[in-house]
């Protein structure tokens, strides 16, 4: 039962009025987005096009004045000790068909709060797939950024970032460790349908690079500014140069692709 003030009819004509409105309005700024995200000017929008676009997404509308391929990521302040990572990172055996794949949920605290677990072909194309479909079945809402432990994983099967982050509309860190003269020599000697992994690849861009507990963090971002990304690395980057959900998410994954990996008799889960 809900106990209020009745509320007053609203003439059909009233509403008729306020919806042609609503979409003349949406026809307009549609023009308008367009014209930003061509350009690559998106970020100089006067300030009446962002109330409009972000009251848009509120009603459920955003749908209809988005660009296509434009990605929409709501803030996130990692600055907040509760803010959850999920870490990813991957464990594989040559010679054996499927590598694990794991995720750890962790609050910038180190506080963990969640795993999940999935399986990437070894020598595949399917890790970006099994990515986002681990993701969306973890069925957190609460989730912040995703943090990877590389995304050339699994014998060159390669993550691609930018879809990852259009799927997940998530902030997304993908880190490594050392410097790299480029893959394309071993697609190509490797692979005989190189050229799709050579093109996801290619995607991918150019690294940048952070310095954490005096290590050199090589790192590629959607979504936050280069600061953020630092700053946030040196928060959760307790020893070395791993962060902790990442070194977590790592642990669990050999854990579990040793159990795997172990005849049936010796299999011991530690």
């Given at each position: 039962?809900?106990?209020?003030?009745?509320?007053?009819?609203i003439p059909?004509s009233?509403?008729?009025?306020?919806?042609?409105n609503?979409?003349?309005?949406?026809?307009?700024?549609?023009?308008r987005?367009n014209q930003?995200?061509?350009?690559?000017?998106?970020w100089?929008?006067?300030?009446?096009?962002?109330?409009?676009?972000?009251?848009?997404?509120?009603?459920?509308l955003?749908?209809?004045?988005?660009p296509?391929?434009?990605?929409v990521?709501?803030?996130?302040?990692?600055?907040?000790?509760?803010?959850r990572v999920?870490?990813?990172?991957?464990?594989?055996?040559k010679?054996?068909?499927?590598?694990?794949?794991?995720g750890?949920?962790?609050?910038?605290d180190?506080?963990?709060d969640?795993?999940?677990?999935?399986?990437?072909?070894?020598?595949?194309?399917d890790?970006?797939?099994?990515?986002i479909?681990?993701?969306?079945?973890?069925?957190?809402?609460?989730?912040?950024l995703?943090?990877?432990?590389?995304?050339?994983?699994?014998?060159?099967n390669?993550?691609?970032?930018g879809?990852?982050?259009?799927?997940?509309?998530?902030?997304?860190?993908?880190?490594?460790?050392?410097?790299?003269?480029g893959?394309?020599?071993?697609?190509r000697?490797?692979?005989?349908?190189?050229e799709?992994?050579?093109?996801?690849?290619?995607?991918?861009?150019?690294?940048?690079?952070?310095t954490?507990?005096?290590?050199?963090?090589?790192?590629?971002?959607?979504?936050?500014?280069?600061e953020?990304?630092?700053r946030?690395?040196?928060?959760?980057?307790?020893?070395?140069?791993?962060?902790?959900?990442?070194?977590?998410a790592?642990l669990?994954?050999r854990t579990?692709?040793n159990?795997?990996?172990?005849?049936?008799?010796?299999?011991v889960?530690?």
């Amino acid at each position: 039962m809900i106990v209020g003030t009745p509320l007053k009819p609203i003439p059909c004509s009233k509403v008729r009025k306020k919806i042609k409105n609503i979409l003349g309005v949406s026809s307009i700024l549609n023009k308008r987005v367009n014209q930003f995200y061509q350009q690559n000017r998106f970020w100089a929008a006067s300030s009446w096009v962002t109330f409009i676009l972000l009251s848009c997404f509120s009603c459920g509308l955003f749908h209809v004045v988005c660009p296509p391929g434009l990605v929409v990521v709501m803030g996130v302040n990692l600055s907040k000790k509760g803010v959850r990572v999920l870490g990813v990172a991957e464990s594989f055996v040559k010679g054996f068909p499927h590598s694990v794949l794991a995720g750890v949920v962790m609050r910038k605290d180190l506080m963990i709060d969640g795993f999940c677990v999935t399986r990437v072909t070894v020598g595949g194309d399917d890790s970006t797939e099994k990515l986002i479909e681990m993701v969306k079945k973890l069925g957190r809402d609460d989730l912040g950024l995703l943090l990877l432990n590389g995304c050339i994983i699994s014998w060159f099967n390669i993550i691609d970032l930018g879809e990852v982050h259009k799927e997940l509309g998530l902030p997304l860190i993908c880190v490594t460790y050392r410097e790299s003269k480029g893959i394309d020599k071993y697609l190509r000697e490797y692979f005989r349908d190189w050229e799709k992994k050579h093109m996801i690849y290619k995607r991918l861009g150019g690294r940048a690079v952070a310095t954490v507990n005096g290590y050199p963090v090589f790192y590629y971002s959607h979504g936050l500014e280069k600061e953020e990304v630092e700053r946030f690395l040196a928060q959760v980057t307790k020893h070395g140069r791993v962060p902790e959900p990442i070194r977590v998410a790592r642990l669990l994954a050999r854990t579990l692709r040793n159990m795997v990996a172990a005849p049936r008799e010796e299999m011991v889960l530690c």
